[in-house]
């Protein structure tokens, strides 16, 4: 039973990623673009604008304004991508093609993963964007230890458009299910971002590949992934644009309060709804209850 008590809840999932941008406007109209998302809510706090960018009434990004900070280093600890999950791969190509339409993207390449199907762009500002669909998982495969079986194959863009992309669900975009899969993290070691995000947060190790680590709750491929690819030896985050606050979501107070106890020894903040900490190289975590108010998360 002890080992049920070190895990996060088997229903946990992935809520609003939070990017401090430089050009409000300009990355409110680009990810308006290309995910069909549209401005919820927005808040001034001091010299910041928050802003909460949604699809049916579903937040998916929280914009902070702060145009002062230096651009993205790709080199330090922070955001590697955030990925977002579609139903069906025809929503997803549709998502897919809109992003290649925008002169603003930097297409990064494309991959079957085994568990997944996934294409990667790069927004305005230097943050990475994953959009990708699941195969179910009665496809996917295990190794003998009992890591989920992951590769990365030449998945080609045009062909899957060919294949996927309907008139239809391309004019329909906004209505379709989109949300926030999971957050792939640069970090400065993955032996240390283990002993946080598996012994600390609770998500259970699902696979390790060189210089990476993917761990999730409840079976899943990965809810969060850490690798040094490009931030090997990093030490604690530089105030920059960027990735601000990556939000989790449990189903009862149980499970912030069997957090808190993993906590011990790290600085965090309860207040009864949530739990906010940060992760060694200084990255805001929120680990909440179900029902967040886009109030409360222009609050963060």
């Known amino acids: 039973m002890a080992l049920l008590e070190q ?9 609003a990623v939070s990017l401090r941008v430089g050009d409000l406007e300009g990355m ?27 699809r049916n009434g579903t937040p998916l990004l929280r914009l902070i304004s702060t145009p002062g900070l ?4 790709p080199r330090q600890a922070g955001l590697y991508h955030t990925a977002f999950l579609f139903d069906t791969q025809e929503s997803l190509a549709a998502t897919v093609y809109r992003a290649a339409q925008e002169s603003r993207s930097r297409f990064v390449g494309s991959s079957d993963h085994l568990v997944s199907e996934a294409f990667y762009f790069t927004d305005p500002e230097g943050n990475g964007i994953e959009l990708y669909v699941d195969r179910p998982r009665s496809a996917w495969k295990y190794a003998d230890n009992g890591d989920v079986r992951m590769d990365t194959i030449y998945l080609d863009p045009n062909q899957y458009l ?21 957050v ?27 210089n990476a680590l993917f761990a999730s709750a409840g079976g899943y491929h990965h809810h969060v992934a850490m690798n040094t690819w490009n931030s090997a030896g990093a030490g604690p985050r530089a105030a920059t644009l960027g990735l601000a606050d990556v939000a989790v979501i449990v189903p009862v107070r149980e499970d912030l309060d069997m957090l808190v106890s993993r906590l011990k020894g790290e600085e965090f903040f309860d207040n009864g709804t949530s739990v906010v900490t940060r992760d060694p190289w200084g990255t805001h975590i929120t680990v909440s209850l179900p029902g967040v108010s886009t109030d409360e998360l222009l609050n963060r």
């Open 7 to 15: 895990s996060i809840n088997s229903d946990t999932f992935m809520d």
């Open 28 to 54: 409110t109209s680009y990810y308006s673009s290309i995910l069909s998302v549209e401005p919820m809510e927005e808040k001034v706090h001091g010299k910041e604008v928050h802003r909460v960018l949604g």
């Open 70 to 73: 230096p651009a993205v280093d």
């Open 162 to 182: 060919q294949s996927h992309l309907s008139e239809t669900v391309l004019n329909n975009t906004a209505i379709l299910p989109a949300s926030i899969g999971h």
């Open 184 to 210: 792939h993290l640069q970090v400065g070691n993955v032996e240390r971002a283990r002993q946080f995000y598996v012994d600390k947060i609770g998500f259970d190790a699902t696979t390790s590949i060189p």
